[in-house]
């Protein structure tokens, strides 16, 4: 059911409770719920049960004076076919054939647009996603917090979020010093497991690559920011330091392009300390009064915002830890207007939640309490040819995104990347989740991303067969619709929009991803039922309409997630 129309039966229900609650003071709150039981009807609401202690009366009682009243609304005539009481006051309603089938027709006039809601109009909201330190190639890990970031992006856009995808660079810091000397020893001539290697050195081949490309002289750019060029000078750690970064980014760049992720803004930890921001964080918690000093070091009241023990900020050494930034940053972000961010992090970064949102309470910006908000991610497990892969021997100790890309598509970048985006967000974050790329790569129903792209296929194949104009199909009658099949079908389609708000509400694309397996299902069970290009003409444009319409619905949320819709397979 349509959510106008549920908001239509909400008013209805409104409007039969006005006699009985004249003069109460009571206001009602109407919840209406799909019955768990199909045989029980479309809509379910306990409202008489919530209602009768209060009025003094028999629920049952109530439940038949509402009732009543539903049906002897003339406003009602078209959506509701019949309702009955179960229970000790349950009312469950029918919806009218014809309000089921009219989906279709908002389906075929809405198109793309199907889904889209203006709920978020004006509100500015920041995702911020990936945010791999320039060290190396992009993970699994990172895959999946790609898929997540830029599907939870597309649902706030859907919901007229003005959204921005941002990337921020860990380019400060120890790791980077690391990579720079990896690189370095590299240009010597040294390898992994050479007496003369750095025992906290980066192994991976790709340092061998930097090292190579440094000593030729050559110039790297990234997506964004200046480009670096090579002095070839082995002692210059000045120059191979931005060189090996500049490199490492671009490399991040051709990965997510593969990954057909795009983001509007990169963000670097540097530029916070170049232009002041961390000192300006520090200043303002320390005559906010939420710092002291002890054994040398500075230290935050977190403990006064629901951390389990006050953080240190700044070391007795004088370097800042590591939450400090980030509290500098997310002050950042507040003062750009995104009164909504989102983090998109592995696991891993749960410690830090505590103590960043504290950081951000104790500043005195007027900050809300939950922000940012989080979705955290668990691990991901590769297997392939029925083993777990643990390495890639391009990045040294673990699965890169381009190699699972390769893989999932043996060799074709478009299949799987649809393969890899597709399954990266079929679980919830917080679930530990295996990507079997043997799975991924079969050509059956075991296949979830094949199983749903096949279900558009399918209809694509059907429609070809039709000699007619498929826009015309948006003024059929569509009363013949009435198979079982077809009912499950037309209820799949009208539950896409508030499938989104609610994946957007609760920052779950995961859903979209359930959703559009159980309108793939249904779609093949309808095939197998019926047919659609039967000698009842009326019927069979009913269905073509039907079909197109499913189509449209497979496509809009194939696109919402990033992954494509082939009309052949």
């Given amino acids: 059911m349509l959510a106008s129309q549920k908001q239509e039966i909400a008013a209805l229900f409104q409007a039969a409770l006005a006699p009985v609650l004249d003069g109460t003071g009571i206001t009602p709150s109407v919840v209406l719920e799909r019955p768990r039981d199909p045989s029980h009807g479309d809509i379910a609401c306990n409202i008489a049960m919530q209602l009768a202690k209060q009025l003094k009366m028999n629920p049952r009682e109530l439940a038949q004076k509402i009732v009543t009243a539903l049906l002897e609304n003339p406003a009602g005539k078209a959506l509701i076919d019949s309702a009955d009481i179960a229970g000790p006051g349950f009312i469950n309603l029918r919806v009218a054939a014809a309000a089921k089938q009219s989906v279709v027709k908002t389906i075929l006039a809405e198109g793309q647009a199907f889904g889209r809601s203006d709920a978020g109009a004006g509100k500015k909201v920041i995702l911020e996603f990936v945010s791999a330190n320039p060290t190396g190639p992009l993970h699994v890990g990172h895959g999946r917090q790609a898929a997540l970031g830029d599907a939870l992006a597309a649902l706030f856009d859907a919901q007229g979020y003005a959204v921005t995808r941002e990337f921020y660079y860990n380019d400060a810091g120890v790791q980077i010093a690391t990579l720079a000397n990896s690189v370095q ?19 991976g081949d790709y340092i061998a690559d930097i090292a190579t490309d440094y000593l030729a002289g050559k110039t790297v750019s990234a997506s964004d920011g200046l480009p670096a060029t090579a002095s070839g000078k082995v002692e210059d750690l000045d120059s191979i330091r931005p060189f090996a970064v500049t490199y490492l980014r671009n490399e991040q760049d051709i990965d997510l392009q593969a990954f057909g992720v795009k983001f509007d803004n990169y963000y670097l930890e540097s530029s916070l300390y170049a232009d002041g921001k961390v000192d300006k964080a520090v200043e303002a918690l320390i005559k906010a009064g939420k710092t002291y000093e002890q054994d040398g070091a500075l230290w935050l009241r977190t403990t006064d915002y629901g951390d389990d023990k006050d ?21 950042v972000k507040w003062q750009r207007g ?87 967000i079929s679980r919830k974050a917080d679930t530990e989740f295996v990507f079997d790329v043997d799975i991924a790569l079969k050509t ?38 009435t198979a079982p099949t077809e009912m499950t079908l037309l209820a799949t389609l009208a539950a896409y929009p508030e499938t989104l708000a609610r994946a957007q509400a609760e920052l779950g694309p995961h859903q979209v991803a359930f959703y559009l397996r159980d309108l793939a299902a249904n779609l093949h069970s309808f095939y197998f039922a019926e047919r659609v290009l039967v000698d009842d ?25 990033g992954v494509s819709a082939p009309e052949k397979m």
């Fill in 311 to 331: 953080r240190v900020m700044r070391k007795s050494e004088g370097g800042f830890t590591y939450f400090v930034p980030d509290v500098a940053y997310h002050i």
């Fill in 444 to 481: 059956s129903d075991e296949n979830p991303v094949y199983y749903v792209q096949y279900a558009h296929a399918r209809i694509c194949r059907m429609l070809e067969q039709f000699t007619g104009e498929i826009a015309s199909l948006a003024d059929v009658d569509l009363a013949p619709l």
């Fill in 537 to 561: 003409e009326a019927l069979k444009l009913a269905r073509l309409a039907l079909m197109v319409a499913t189509r449209q619905v497979l496509r809009n949320g194939l696109a919402l997630i």
């Fill in 338 to 424: 995104f009164t909504q961010a989102i983090n998109i992090q592995g696991s891993d970064h749960h410690g830090t939640i505590a103590r960043v949102r504290a950081g951000l309470q104790a500043v005195g910006l007027d900050i809300p309490q939950g922000y940012p908000d989080y979705v955290l991610h668990k691990m991901v497990t590769v297997m392939k040819n029925g083993e777990e892969v643990k390495i890639s021997k391009r990045a040294g100790s673990y699965v890169t995104v381009r190699d699972l890309i390769e893989w999932s598509g043996d060799g074709d970048i478009a299949k799987g990347r649809d393969a890899v985006r597709f399954f990266l």
């Fill in 185 to 203: 020893a590299r240009a010597r001539g040294f390898k992994p497991g050479d007496a003369e290697w750095p025992e906290s050195a980066y192994n």
